[in-house]
């Protein structure tokens, strides 16, 4: 049974920092693709970072390149979200996905965790 498991999530003052966590279990986790993203309201989720297979490789939206970090320990099966210099607009509930790199069928999401930046 694959689970994926975020959090970290909270309430946060605009500028500070929050890290999220993702751990993975049920899942050989050097072959999936991990990638968070995030689901403000009245808006459609959308792809915040990817971070390839082997951890060699990320990938960020514009809107968070330099203030987001997306790492994976494989030791530890978890794959992590470092956000800083937050804004309001990054309010939402982010996800953590598990894709596989060969079989994309093999596409599992997390609960959620939300992240709120407010004054």
């Known amino acids: 049974q694959v689970q994926l498991v975020e959090s970290g999530g909270g309430l946060v003052q605009p500028g500070g920092s929050l890290t999220l966590s993702c751990v993975a279990s049920?899942?050989?986790?050097?072959?999936?693709?991990m990638s968070w993203y995030r689901q403000a309201p009245g808006k459609e989720r959308e792809l915040v970072a990817v971070?390839?297979?082997?951890?060699?490789?990320?990938n960020y939206a514009d809107s968070v390149k330099g203030r987001f970090t997306a790492s994976r320990d494989a030791a530890k099966n978890t794959v992590y979200l470092q956000m800083s210099s937050l804004k309001p607009d990054d309010t939402a509930v982010y996800y953590c996905?598990?894709?596989?790199?060969?079989?994309?069928?093999?596409?599992?999401w997390g609960q959620g965790t939300q992240v709120t930046v407010s004054s």
């Open positions: 996905n598990a894709r596989h790199y060969v079989f994309n069928t093999r596409n599992y």
């Open positions: 971070i390839s297979a082997a951890g060699g490789s990320t």
């Open positions: 049920g899942v050989t986790f050097g072959t999936y693709v």
